[in-house]
């Protein structure tokens, strides 16, 4: 019959087909396992419930204009400091027109967002002035400004969007 066959013999045998089999596994294992075993950053958040109440007696009060009229520097939102630390509170607006519309602090003109520190149970008051496109706006027309209130306090951040409607003179 022919030379008789030696099985552990060649470049693969039964034993190392086994070792290969079985090497092919585990890194495959390896594979699909190691991300979700390395952590290379974390971030881990504190997170705090507030019961929801009104605007003006949230931990940062906001009292927010009902009206406005086109064309008037006129007051859009009170923010009252509820902490008893400083705190930094910014206001900007958001809607599609924000580039023509501007806010006021104090009667003066600062654009589309402003900043200011409000001394714990003090508030700031920001104007808005809201131009009309067009005659027929000025004298019948509306439209709603959209704008963000935000606020730092002691790394502690809370985050409002709120809205004023503008009218015009016969409205």
């Known amino acids: 019959m022919g030379r008789p066959r030696d099985r552990g013999s060649g470049l693969v045998g039964p034993s190392m087909g086994w070792k290969i089999a079985i090497g092919c596994i585990g890194l495959a294992l390896l594979v699909t396992i190691q991300p979700a075993l390395t952590v290379t950053q974390a971030t881990l958040g504190r997170q705090a419930s507030m019961d929801v109440v009104a605007d003006e007696a949230g931990v940062v009060g906001l009292d927010v204009a009902s009206d406005q009229q086109f064309r ?34 104090d009667n003066t003109g600062v654009g589309s967002s402003v900043t200011v520190t409000i001394s714990p149970g003090s508030s700031e008051t920001i104007q808005i002035q809201v131009p009309c ?3 027929l706006q000025c004298l019948f027309g509306s439209r709603t400004v959209t704008f963000e209130v935000s606020a730092v306090v002691e790394g502690t951040r809370a985050r409002a969007t709120r809205s004023v409607t503008v009218r015009g003179l016969w409205r």
């Open 72 to 105: 008037q520097v006129e007051p859009m939102v009170d923010i009252t400091n509820q902490f008893g630390v400083p705190m930094t509170a910014s206001v900007e607006l958001t809607g599609n027109d924000a580039g023509s519309d501007l806010l006021f602090l």
């Open 133 to 135: 496109n067009g005659f």
